[in-house]
């Protein structure tokens, strides 16, 4: 099947064959001839919000036009009496789709040449907005996953800690919340063609799960290093697996080029901010969830996770203090933001591999981390096995090496924090056999 003849049998899925009222023809009906048509409409709109999960952008794009017709202009829209939508003047609104985006991506960039490093900045990206809209965009795929009291940590701390269980996420990892509003977030035109993605295993997992749910296609390009276990994840959705390069930087620069060369489009891991709103709304559960929050330690790779709960948090309760967490191995994001400036460094073999690597030139993560992070906590190998073990032996789950690095991070930390209430994200659950063997040997 052509993806004409695909897209096509979707919208008929969608609209159905929808019975004809009877009344319409026995003359029972005193309704006027208007009203039937207005109230058959109503019913094929309605008809289609339920069922069509990106109805709501395609309403929005079609904004402009709805007003349009609101002054008489009928020609732009029309619905059948089988509630089938015309498509009048194609070519004008995929172009005034093309227009819209362009102008959005110009205004944040805009904002971030002449704000960054400035106290606005995240409002002037309109972050926490954009988390808000990603809320109700993706609820109903998404879990609300655990806030869970841990009585162990906190006597062993003097702290209220908190467990955030993103390991329980429906594709294993927080990943699912970004991957989701992004794909949701797409225009006809662009669900129509290939998508693209570079991932170390959590958002391939996540895109992967997304592309299928919704019918689409995709393509996603793998690091060597990526574990067995997420390969074999990946294996069970029908995408296309590309192995490239031994540096997650290297794999985005060659999946993102390769989408460039042949007309495809690329999904970016962490460095957009649609992917970044969804993962903010894990900030809106946690103010759900519980009604004090002191600070919030956050595993780091690319950023996009801690961008995410900071575009949240920080505009909610400006005092809630956010702290990144990174492997000795690879602290990429605590050196750049150090000394000013993205780096390139190379990374040594880490537990957290789910966070290893560099972060992509450009990356608006950085911009956000730099400014928004409190502090830091790098932590060795030996502390990342020690905290996946107390997972395991105190609360019973798995989670991988960089899901671990809020627990180790707080476990190092631990005498600062007295008397706060503590909440450590736990990121993720992927975790090969073998190294599992070795964490519990």
């Known amino acids: 099947m052509n993806e004409k003849d695909f897209f096509e049998d979707q919208d008929k899925c969608l609209l159905g064959d929808r019975e004809e009222d009877p009344s319409a023809h026995n003359g029972s009906d005193s309704s006027t001839d208007e009203e ?114 841990s009585l162990y940590l906190s006597q062993l701390s003097g702290c209220e800690v908190y467990l ?23 225009s006809k035109k662009e669900r129509k063609t290939i998508l693209v993605t570079a991932s170390s295993g959590n958002h391939g997992a996540a895109f992967a799960y997304a592309v299928k749910k919704f019918g689409l296609k995709g393509m996603i390009y793998l690091p060597g290093y990526t574990t067995k276990a997420k ?3 990946l294996k069970d959705y029908d995408v296309v697996l590309k192995f490239f390069g031994t540096d997650c930087v290297k794999t985005e620069e060659h999946a993102r080029g390769e989408a460039e060369k042949n007309n495809l489009l690329y999904i970016p891991p962490y460095n957009d901010l649609k992917i970044i709103a969804g993962h903010g709304t894990i900030g809106i559960e946690l103010r759900r969830q519980i009604d004090k929050i002191d600070i919030v330690f956050v595993p780091v790779g690319g ?27 690879s602290p990429v994001m605590y050196k750049s933001v150090r000394v000013g400036k993205i780096i390139e460094m190379e990374s040594k073999p880490t537990l957290s591999d789910g966070s290893a690597g560099g972060i992509e030139k450009g990356s608006i993560t950085f911009d956000i981390c730099k400014k928004y992070v409190d502090d830091f906590v790098l932590v060795s190998e030996q502390e990342i096995k020690e905290a996946m073990r107390l997972m395991i032996e105190k609360h019973f789950s798995l989670v991988e090496g960089a899901g671990a690095l809020s627990v180790a991070s707080f476990l190092q930390q631990k005498e600062i924090y007295k008397r706060k209430t503590v909440v450590l994200v736990l990121s993720g659950s992927k975790i090969a056999l073998a190294q599992l063997k070795e964490v519990i040997s």
């Open 303 to 329: 950023g996009g996770l801690i961008s995410g709960i900071i575009g949240y948090l920080k505009p909610v309760d400006k005092n809630i203090k956010i702290i990144g967490c990174q492997p000795l191995n």
């Open 231 to 233: 390969i074999d994840a």
């Open 164 to 186: 955030k269980f993103e390991s329980a996420q429906i594709t294993g990892s927080f990943k699912l919340r970004g991957a989701l509003n992004k794909i949701l977030s797409l």
């Open 36 to 149: 039937k048509i207005s109230r058959e409409k109503e019913e094929d709109v309605f008809e289609i919000r339920a069922n069509d999960p990106f109805q709501e952008e395609d309403d929005e794009e079609g904004d402009d036009d709805d007003d349009e017709k609101e002054e008489g202009d009928v020609n732009k829209e029309d619905y059948s009496d089988v509630g089938l939508k015309k498509e009048v003047n194609k070519e004008e609104e995929e172009k005034e789709e093309e227009e819209k985006e362009e102008e959005e991506e110009k205004g944040y960039y805009g904002a971030r040449r002449e704000n960054g490093g400035e106290e606005d900045f995240l409002e002037s990206i309109g972050l926490k907005r954009e988390i808000e809209k990603a809320e109700k965009r993706i609820r109903k795929y998404i879990r609300e996953t655990p806030l869970v009291y």
